[in-house]
């Protein structure tokens, strides 16, 4: 497993030196702006793992890797595994470089913002690992084109599953103070008036912590089913 992973490393690792300057400026500003590194690491993570598979799919790595006794599992295992050191290599320069901004590089700033609390990151680790879990499956059975589409609209499904849920479980506990100011406002698109008011009205009637602990323990058995599917669907897939 671990040569499979140091074989990822190698063939994508000039794209990710060379596009981290990029990442560090653009993050570094809208951190400037809006105090978060929400979307910036978020968006260049799954560039990074989007770009993986793709360089994979053109250069036939699958049929190589099937040539060579390893298990089709751990081909599994490692891409997965590998889709966690992007998210890390993208995370720890992106916070390192907004921590710097907030409390070192700036003379005569006083730090009003910490970069990243606990929730924060949690906030962007999870969907990330969601999308991951419902995408994998489907380019290891399908292939890189058509297993982005259809991971993107099952990750579609199960976000609004997800919300729907949720919003069931608000208008039961009739605690929906939080949601209709929020769908009151105009200046936003409806979907994103009403997934903001969900979720924070969900945080309000679990509480912060015990709301994180729970998407993340769905996040977690999300991601072991997505493991063994993506390991069944390998097994099947005709190279």
């Not at 793992?49 to 793709?54: C, D, F, G, R, V």
């Not at 969900?198 to 996040?219: E, N, R, Y």
Request: glycine share 6%; proline share 3%; net charge positive.
């Amino acid at each position: 497993m671990w040569i499979l992973l140091n074989n990822y490393y190698k063939a994508n690792r000039r794209t990710f030196y060379w596009s981290m300057m990029p990442l560090l400026i653009l993050t570094s500003i809208i951190y400037l702006i809006e105090h978060s590194i929400f979307f910036m690491v978020f968006f260049f993570t799954l560039i990074y793992i989007s770009a993986l598979m793709q360089t994979e799919e053109k250069s036939n790595t699958d049929i190589l890797y099937r040539s060579l006794p390893v298990r089709p599992s751990a081909i599994v295992y490692s891409r997965y595994i590998a889709a966690s050191f992007i998210f890390a290599g993208v995370f720890l320069p992106a916070f390192l470089a907004c921590f710097f901004i907030e409390y070192i590089g700036l003379p005569g700033r006083t730090a009003s913002f910490p970069v990243i609390t606990a929730a924060g990151f949690f906030t962007i680790a999870l969907p990330i690992a969601l999308l991951v879990a419902a995408i994998f499956p489907f380019t290891f059975k399908y292939g890189y084109m058509k297993g982005i589409v259809l991971g993107s609209v099952a990750s579609i499904l199960a976000g609004g599953t997800l919300a729907v849920i949720l919003y069931i479980i608000v208008s039961l506990s009739g605690k929906t103070e939080i949601l209709t100011a929020v769908m009151a406002q105009t200046d936003q698109a409806w979907i994103n008036r009403f997934l903001l008011g969900v979720f924070a009205q969900s945080t309000t009637l679990m509480g912060k912590d015990f709301f994180l602990v729970f998407i993340s323990i769905v996040t977690v058995i999300l991601l072991a089913i997505s493991v063994k599917v993506s390991v069944r669907f390998y097994n099947n897939r005709d190279l």
